[in-house]
């Protein structure tokens, strides 16, 4: 089974809890080979038993995602056929950056520089900025209280700039609660947009507030982006969640290690 420096490690340290969206994404794409592993099926709720299948599957969806398809692009004339669809899929770097150029934000200042960690939160903040534009004004003012508490105080989130251009360039810091905040908005809306449910943190009232007030503006945002991008590729309807899930679990464990 496939193992991955951005993942496994931290999918080890991962709740059953926390990876239940992350095998939900995957059940949802009609080419998963999920539902045929033997750990799966022996104890699907317990998504800590098949982590490698987890991985496996985000790598290949099956042998059919567009990101595959790329890669053999790319690499016909170093490598022969058969090796280029052997079936282990690309590494998960490899699909940040994809979903990141869905999303332009490849186009930012320092982009070809930035780590993998950076990358999602590129992707989290343009999905942001683009609900924002859905929001009122009273959903906007309360987002900034939110990010104040969170250590943002004085930050005026409307003032023009791309919330992904001003992260890359370092205007703004998401780090610490403030990165937990935005990747836990994100990935609630989108959780509950693509499954149905999104998910509560615990012994925070107010980021839980938050949640449930942004889920409707972001919720439309991250519907009408997967509307454009299955145009493209169904494996972006994995592929997508997947990232903002996997960014949102990062963000988490970063902050619990920090209080």
């Known amino acids: 089974m496939a193992t991955d420096p951005h993942l496994t490690e931290l999918f080890g340290a991962c709740s059953d809890e926390d990876l239940i969206p992350i095998r939900d994404y995957i059940l949802k794409a009609r080419t998963n080979g999920l539902i045929f592993d033997e750990r799966y099926k022996k ?20 042998g059919n995602s567009f990101v595959n398809v790329c890669r053999g692009v790319r690499t016909i004339g170093r490598n022969s056929f058969a090796e280029v669809y052997r079936g282990d899929g690309v590494e998960y770097a490899e699909i940040v950056h994809d979903v990141a150029k869905k999303f332009k934000v490849h186009k930012v200042p320092g982009f070809a520089n930035k780590t993998v ?12 900025e683009k609900s924002m534009k859905k929001m009122t004004e ?16 004085g930050r005026n989130l409307r003032g023009g700039i791309p919330l992904a251009a001003l992260i890359a360039q370092g205007a703004i810091r998401f780090a610490g609660l403030a990165a937990h905040n935005m990747a836990a908005i994100v990935a609630n ?3 509950r947009q693509i499954l149905g449910n999104g998910f509560r943190i615990a012994a925070n009232a107010a980021l839980n507030r938050g949640m449930a007030v942004f889920v409707g503006p972001i919720g ?6 997967l509307t454009l991008v299955n145009i493209a590729g169904p494996a972006y309807r994995v592929t997508i969640p997947v990232v903002c899930h996997v960014a949102y679990l990062r963000a988490k464990a970063e902050f619990a290690e920090s209080v």
């Open 189 to 191: 809306a989108v959780a």
């Open 220 to 225: 439309i945002g991250i519907t009408a982006i």
């Open 43 to 62: 104890q699907p709720n317990f998504p800590t038993r098949y982590i490698e299948s987890l991985v496996y599957q985000i790598r290949t969806f099956g």
């Open 117 to 128: 960690e950076e990358r999602e939160q590129l992707v989290l903040a343009k999905i942001l």
């Open 138 to 153: 009273d959903e906007l003012r309360e987002l900034e209280e939110l990010f104040g508490e969170a250590g943002l105080k």
